[in-house]
């Protein structure tokens, strides 16, 4: 029986960042022995929020409660925040860890520079995200968000204006496209940047192919990572017998002697220990 890891599977470039930067600070931390905070989960998985507190990392949930501390530093997550937290940071004298993703920042960047020319500022994604929330910050004037293809034939604008479109990260590529088209063809004067990230896009490709072949499929991550639970919808409809774990303890495995190939992947939030974990004990005990 063969056990096979599939590609893409695990933490993307931009957690895997954030992962780094947080270690970073913990080491720092255990010499100047000042109080570190992430500013909501760094990533969405319970096993490595509780790792982070056990070394000293508080997670801040709230605008009030970030208001309300005086010392040390914040790390703020590959998501990224409104401009808004950072001056809270600034006049509170805390130390700004930025683990924002660079993909995330350079959508900062554009939505600044073209609405600060006078572009209404078009997200597409799903509005109430993080991501999103601190994308619309970024913007000199109100963003529109636009979740579906109503939202954008619900869409009015005024004479002459001038739009620029951009989507979060995490967004289906086809679907931003179908938007795109609608805008397109009602004649506004747009410029479309796609800000898509692929990260997402090639592990859900990995995945697919991998759970067309295999017999028992296993998906690792978070209960609530988004992008874990679509990993799983996109393997089910591949592969039936397709597991749905959080860690090692989770699983239940009973694999008949006609099982040739398991598969294995996990969602963004996943650390390659947990994987890894998974991976050696299917392999020995199997
Ligand atoms: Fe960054 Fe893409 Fe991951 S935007 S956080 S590398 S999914």
Not at 21 to 47: C, M, S, V, W
Not at 87 to 106: N, Y
Not at 137 to 164: Q, R, Y
Not at 216 to 245: P, Q, W
Request: some cysteine.
């Amino acid at each position: 029986m063969e056990v096979v890891r599939a590609e893409s599977a695990g933490f993307c470039f931009g957690v895997e960042k954030a992962m780094e930067k947080a270690y970073r600070q913990i080491e720092k931390k255990a010499k100047d022995g000042d109080k570190i905070y992430t500013f909501g989960p760094l990533i969405h998985n319970e096993e490595v929020v509780k790792e982070l507190k056990q070394k000293g990392v508080e997670v801040i949930d709230s605008v009030e409660e970030l208001k309300e501390i005086k010392e040390g530093s914040v790390i703020i997550r590959s998501h990224g925040v409104s401009r808004e937290i950072y001056h809270i940071l600034e006049e509170r004298g805390v130390e700004c860890i930025d683990a924002t993703c660079p993909f995330v920042k350079r959508i900062h960047k554009i939505v600044e520079k073209e609405s600060e020319q006078g572009k209404k500022i078009i997200i597409i994604g799903n509005d109430g995200h993080p991501e999103v929330e601190g994308i619309k910050d970024w913007c000199h004037s109100p963003a529109i968000v636009i979740e579906s293809k109503e939202d954008a034939l619900n869409f009015t604008f005024e004479e002459g204006e001038k739009l620029c479109i951009v989507s979060q990260t995490t967004f289906n590529y086809n679907k931003f496209q179908e938007l795109v088209e609608i805008f397109k063809k009602r004649g506004y004067d747009i410029s479309v940047v796609n800000t898509i990230c692929n990260a997402t896009e090639e592990r859900q490709t990995a995945a697919r192919e991998l759970a067309a072949k295999a017999d028992v499929m296993i998906v690792i991550g978070g209960i609530n990572s988004s992008n874990t639970r679509k990993l799983y919808e996109i393997c089910k409809s591949e592969c039936e017998d397709t597991h749905f774990i959080q860690t090692l303890d989770d699983l239940n495995l009973d694999l008949p002697k006609s099982v040739r190939l398991v598969g294995i992947t996990a969602g963004a939030s996943t650390p390659n220990n947990i994987i890894e974990e998974v991976q050696n004990y299917v392999r020995i005990n199997f």
